[in-house]
């Protein structure tokens, strides 16, 4: 079977959702199937490249205006015909509904190809950069939860990777059948470890010492909320000895810098970068426990990461996370953003040696249900069944007029795009046809210095 996975943001970005594509895609390709991954590139050419047995088309982006760090494919539909005659897919799994997803749904319209959509979207992640007013964010709130429905609404089958998840988007107004699959963790990875296993890793980041060691995982990003855990470090640290360790890089690194230094917890507070992952999974089992403060998750694979190491977890009691930390179970709840009681949370488990084993092997024993292998199964029958369904007829057009029209907007704008760079990887003309309002697209191909048009066909 050869399957398309598409995402606007894939590995190596540090998302929680392009690294749970990426291991999806690599998973799938270690069971045999052929794998294909579409997604956003690194600038104004478009690549493609052979990741183990997985092939990466990355297609012509730009960065993200208010998040330079990433970038997406505004004029995604209009660099994919020679990719998708290349590929020639099966089904289709598309991880989000940005522009290159958007657009191979209506590619797999066209040519009655089956579509999974699997969502791990939340509004939160992106308007909070726009430094708008609270009343106009939470009106594009609402316009990104309708542009989603109207994408999604255009699948044929929706999973997300929590019951939290799930409720969320219904509430939202997605009126489908949605199926809950966990993006699963490696268990034959992150793994409880002795303690000569990590002594290496430990000394390389500067970790030795008989403090309390507390670890936080993930992008250092406003809605991560990692303030919260320097605030309560402070605290901790008039009642004992304790260090934070946070992995990762972000936007909000140089202010958390500051807020360390302003605290008084230089040298308390250790930025260790991005890490890379064979050291991030002897890291997890070099520390007392995992915390994070993040109102945004619609699973957490850190903190799934984290149980599958053995750690007890002291979370922020929001979105998903509860469906993970069991409080007093496997670790400690804490409200959104209060400080005092992560503090005190972090250390009641800190303080008691053998509640902080006990929380662990629970946190041993709730992981197993997240086992990738569950996960891969699960996908595995989804394609099966859909592949089996592949519906004979092409559908109607979807979406609202507004977003139709968008999608026009932009590429109307390929076509200027495309006419101003002078790149063998932007090989495409676009002709309107005014009278019928269709696109179609004329395939530009070099040869030394002539240029030669290759025609589609119309239908």
């Known amino acids: 079977m050869r399957i398309l996975i598409a995402a606007e943001i894939y590995h190596p970005y540090t998302t929680g959702s392009a690294?749970?594509?990426?291991?999806?895609?690599?998973?799938?390709?270690?069971?045999?199937?052929?794998?294909?991954?579409?997604?956003?590139?690194?600038?104004?050419?478009?690549?493609?490249?052979?990741?183990?047995?997985?092939?990466?088309?990355?297609?012509?982006?730009?960065?993200?205006?208010?998040?330079?760090?990433?970038y997406f494919s505004p004029f995604a539909y209009f660099f994919l015909p020679p990719i998708w005659e290349e590929i020639k897919p099966d089904i289709i799994h598309v991880q989000d509904h940005f522009f290159i997803c958007w657009a191979l749904i209506e590619y797999a319209r066209k040519n009655s190809i089956p579509v999974i959509g699997t969502n791990h979207f939340h509004p939160d992640n992106l308007v909070h950069y726009l430094h708008l007013p609270p009343k106009i964010e939470n009106k594009l709130r609402a316009l990104a939860w309708k542009h989603f429905n109207g994408v999604f609404g255009q699948v044929d089958m929706i999973t997300t990777p929590s019951k939290t998840a799930c409720k969320i988007m219904m509430e939202n107004g997605l009126k489908r059948e949605i199926q809950v699959i966990s993006n699963g963790i490696d268990l034959n990875k992150f793994?409880?470890?002795?303690?000569?296993?990590?002594?290496?890793?430990?000394?390389?980041?500067?970790?030795?010492?008989?403090?309390?060691?507390?670890?936080?995982?993930?992008?250092?990003?406003?809605?991560?909320?990692?303030?919260?855990l320097i605030k309560a470090?402070?605290?901790?640290?008039?009642?004992?000895?304790?260090?934070?360790?946070?992995?990762?890089?972000?936007?909000?690194?140089?202010?958390?810098?500051?807020l360390a230094r302003r605290s008084g917890l230089e040298g308390k507070v250790l930025f260790l970068g991005r890490v890379p992952d064979e050291d991030l999974r002897k890291i997890y089992n070099g520390v007392n426990l995992f915390a994070t403060a993040s109102t945004v998750e619609l699973q957490s694979l850190v903190v799934m990461e984290a149980m599958a190491s053995g750690l007890p977890v002291v979370s922020s009691e929001s979105m998903a996370l509860p469906e993970l930390v069991v409080d007093g179970v496997n670790g400690f709840a804490f409200p959104p953003g209060d400080s005092q009681i992560a503090a005190d949370r972090i250390m009641k488990i800190l303080s008691n040696p053998e509640l902080a084993k006990q929380m662990g092997q629970r946190s041993l024993e709730f992981i197993q249900n997240h086992d990738f292998e569950k996960t891969l199964d699960a996908y595995e029958r989804l394609y099966s069944q859909q592949a089996g369904d592949k519906k004979k007829n092409k559908l109607s057009p979807g979406g609202s007029l507004i977003q139709r029209s968008i999608l026009n907007f932009l590429l109307l704008g390929g076509y200027f795009f495309s006419r101003i760079m002078d790149l063998p990887q932007s090989p495409f003309y676009l002709k309107i046809n005014a009278s019928r309002y269709r696109t179609r697209l004329t395939q530009l191909s070099r040869r030394g210095k002539k240029l030669s048009f290759v025609r589609y066909r119309k239908r």
Do not use: W
């Open 19 to 70: 690294y749970a594509t990426y291991r999806l895609a690599h998973g799938l390709a270690s069971r045999g199937y052929q794998i294909f991954v579409v997604s956003s590139g690194h600038g104004p050419r478009t690549e493609k490249t052979k990741e183990d047995r997985v092939e990466v088309f990355r297609i012509s982006s730009v960065p993200i205006p208010f998040h330079p760090h990433y």
């Open 191 to 228: 793994k409880p470890r002795p303690a000569h296993e990590v002594q290496e890793v430990i000394k390389k980041y500067r970790m030795e010492g008989e403090e309390k060691k507390i670890l936080f995982v993930g992008r250092l990003e406003k809605e991560k909320n990692i303030n919260v």
């Open 233 to 258: 470090l402070k605290l901790i640290n008039k009642k004992m000895a304790a260090k934070l360790f946070l992995c990762g890089f972000g936007s909000e690194e140089n202010r958390l810098k500051e």
